[in-house]
């Protein structure tokens, strides 16, 4: 039992990175029919950012000169936040000047997300080099932060990882549900020329969207680089997972979305953890799997069909 | 049903033997007289002519995004080597392994996707082409791996044996020029035109009888097979195997390509391939590669390609620039060249103007309506 508690309390960092990945591709498809294959590699950059924040001026950061405008290396939260902002605004940005003029065209737009996926991963390797770098975690991370419970360790870092991510997706949910800015996405993500003619700014709407999901992204990347440091490559598997959570939320269902995240990291430590024929470090074939037979038996997901047919 | 417009006409045919003249031409010229190193960069891009020929069927023909080329490349590389290493199968045949291999993954892949809206399958693709080297890292604890055999010349062929990568050359072209005119066949006969129509019109396609689900998973195996065959055939030139030899990127590159300069016709596949081997090479030779900063990024593959993805996407909406140098003007009217349907609808065309008379002469005449009605 104390086996089972422990790979359960094991899932819940990699979960919420891989929830919050899924939420921000669910949003923006949701929102604008537009399948952000960048989000993965824009998760990635802004770690690189974050980075920049915290370490400060460093003779290893080829972005150093750079890094004078930052000054003194901020604390791993303060540098967390400043790549949320920064990751926004090259979110609303991105929606603005490269995915709306051609929107109208899903070919085009994929390969202009395609496009943007490459140029982030060049920049990268260009600006920081392709070696692996150490941000740190925002919550206590030394061998005594821990909870023992039924004889399983339950990390701080975990435990504050997910309840972070837990309350910016409520915060989330709030900004849907209660506000006027929540209700006017609502509108634009179920009936886009309706909601021109009732007067809602359908563009700023979008750009909010793509803003919000490239935030999301950010704090999934800099939440999850105190467990598996930074990478040009860091968030390759990530993404799969969040690609895989999102289609359990049939690309269109944020919430579905989120819990698909917790359940792939779920079935990802238990299979690696007791099926005896799959070893731990092939679980992403298993994933794969799980999504092919997923949409093989349910292809909405885990939507209600008749929802999901009806948005289709 | 063949249609007169759709014959070529015999400028054109002559052009096209021309063109295919100069291929083989300027081929011969370069096998015989290049460095074994370019020969080799060519037997590569030869082998990856049908990659990039798969991606045309899938975007041009089915109208289907595919962002796992290169991890099919990749599948059909590690089943070649492998079919030679652990099944002794012989080294001629082995690039057959890569095409079976890719038209099962590629098929795997279709089953479920296809069933859904389009953007499934690239997404299913690029998961596949992301999880493909860390799954192969992770499952193959042996990589690299260097293949068990050798290719020598034959006596008859004249070549030297410190020349193989002639041989080599020769081969893959050789398995690349017959996949090609076989799919090319394929894709210009019914086959093709109802890839077509399920592109264009599902509803009408199914509506004729055409099983759009089937005959697009069958275009995703073709791809798929085309592109593992593309793999096994890599392995003849290069001879081992590793994980970071198909990367996600590859991938996406191929894609780029294949969006930026795929035509309706597999020979498009040809440039795309020459770019994807010796645009490295290039920068390479250039000492860009080790450039870092601003001056580096600009100078570097990844921008190169993201500058061509964006530039096809806002010129072409994403059409290919190879649709700039279309016709813009109205095709002529092409005529049935069955003479019996012809006739038919040629008479039922007669039957309806007659009918419309009869009914505009009887609207102008009501009394015989009304007498009519009463008697019966």
Redesign the interface.
């Known amino acids: 039992m104390s086996l089972f508690l422990q790979r359960t309390f094991d899932s819940l960092a990699n979960g919420s990175a891989y929830a919050a990945l899924a939420v921000a591709i669910s949003m923006v498809?949701r929102s604008t029919g537009v399948?952000n294959?960048a989000q993965g590699q824009l998760a990635m950059f802004s770690t690189y950012i974050a980075l920049v924040f915290a370490t400060g001026p460093s003779p290893y950061m080829?972005f150093s000169s750079n890094t004078d405008l930052v000054g003194a290396a901020w604390p791993v939260w303060g540098a967390i936040l400043g790549a949320i902002v920064i990751s926004m605004l090259i979110g609303a940005f991105t929606e603005r000047v490269?995915i709306r003029?051609?929107s109208a065209?899903?070919?085009?737009?994929?390969?202009?997300t395609?496009?943007?996926?490459?140029?982030l991963?060049?920049?990268v390797?260009?600006?920081w080099?392709g070696r692996t770098m150490f941000l740190g975690s925002p919550f206590p991370q030394t061998v005594d932060d821990r909870w023992d419970i039924g004889g399983a360790r339950l990390w701080h870092d975990s435990v504050g990882i997910t309840l972070t991510m837990i309350a910016v997706l409520g915060l989330l949910a709030v900004l849907q549900r209660r506000t006027k800015v929540g209700l006017a996405f609502r509108a634009v993500t179920s009936n886009r020329t309706g909601s021109t003619l009732v007067g809602i700014r359908v563009s700023r709407i979008l750009m909010l969207g793509w803003a919000l999901a490239a935030g999301i992204g950010a704090l999934a990347g800099g939440l999850i680089a105190g467990e598996i440091n930074v990478r040009p490559d860091m968030m390759?598997?990530l993404?799969?997972f969040g690609?895989?959570a999102a289609?359990l939320g049939g690309?269109r269902s944020p919430v579905l979305a989120f819990v698909g995240g917790y359940l792939f990291a779920f079935l990802e430590t238990m299979l690696g953890g007791y099926v005896s024929f799959v070893?731990s470090?092939?679980t992403?074939?298993w994933a794969?799997l799980v999504?092919?037979?997923v949409?093989?038996v349910r292809?909405s997901g885990l939507m209600p069909r008749t929802e999901a047919w009806q948005k289709? | 049903m063949m249609l007169d417009g759709s014959k070529t006409s015999p400028v054109k045919r002559t052009a096209w033997v021309a063109l295919a003249l100069a291929i083989v031409g300027v081929s011969l010229w370069v096998a015989f007289t290049a460095e074994p190193k370019i020969v080799t960069d060519l037997t590569n891009a030869t082998a990856l002519t049908l990659a990039f020929a798969g991606l045309v069927v899938l975007?041009h023909y089915l109208g289907l995004?595919s962002?796992g080329q290169g991890a099919l490349v990749g599948v059909g590389a590690y089943a070649a080597l492998h079919a030679v290493n652990d099944l002794g199968a012989p080294v001629l045949w082995m690039p057959l392994a890569g095409l079976l291999a890719g038209t099962l993954i590629g098929a795997?892949?279709a089953?479920?996707?296809l069933?859904?809206?389009?953007?499934?399958l690239?997404?299913?693709t690029?998961?596949?082409a992301?999880?493909y080297p860390?799954?192969l890292r992770?499952?193959d604890g042996n990589l690299p791996v260097t293949l068990d055999g050798a290719f020598v010349a034959p006596s008859w062929t004249g070549i030297p044996e410190n020349d193989e990568h002639i041989w080599e050359f020769f081969l893959v072209a050789a398995y690349a020029s017959i996949t090609i005119f076989l799919v090319q066949g394929l894709l210009r006969g019914p086959v093709g035109r109802a890839f077509i129509a399920s592109r264009d019109e599902p509803e009408a396609a199914r509506a004729f009888g055409i099983p759009v689900y089937r005959l697009r998973l069958y275009g995703v195996a073709l791809s798929g097979g085309m592109a593992g065959l593309a793999g096994g055939l890599m392995m003849v030139p290069t001879n081992f195997n590793d994980y970071t030899h198909f990367p996600?990127?590859l991938s996406?590159?191929m894609?780029?390509l294949a969006?930026a300069f795929g035509g309706s016709r597999l020979i498009s596949a040809i440039p795309g391939a020459l770019i994807l081997i010796f645009l490295p090479v290039w920068l390479l030779d250039r000492n860009w590669v080790v450039?870092?900063?601003?001056i580096?990024?600009v100078k570097?593959?990844?921008?190169i390609?993201?500058?061509?993805?964006?530039l096809?996407?806002?010129l072409?909406?994403?059409k290919g620039f190879m649709s700039l140098f279309e016709r813009r003007s109205p095709k002529a009217q092409v005529t049935p060249a069955n003479k019996r349907v012809t006739s038919v609808v040629g008479a039922m065309t007669d039957l309806e103007t007659q009918l419309a008379h009869v009914e505009g002469l009887a609207a102008r005449q009501p009394d015989i309506r009304s007498r009519q009605d009463s008697n019966d």
């Open positions: 498809f399948l294959l080829k490269i003029p051609i065209d899903p070919v085009a737009a994929v390969g202009a395609l496009g943007l996926y490459l140029l991963g060049a920049f390797r260009k600006q080099g390759g598997r993404l799969v690609l895989a289609t690309l070893d470090q092939v992403l074939v794969l999504l092919i037979i949409l093989f292809p289709r | 975007t995004l962002l795997i892949v089953i479920p996707s069933r859904l809206p389009k953007a499934y690239a997404l299913l690029l998961s596949m992301v999880a860390i799954i992770q499952v996600e990127e996406i590159k894609f780029a969006m450039e870092y900063g601003w580096g990024l570097s593959e990844g921008f390609y993201a500058a061509l993805l964006l096809t996407a806002y072409t909406k994403g």
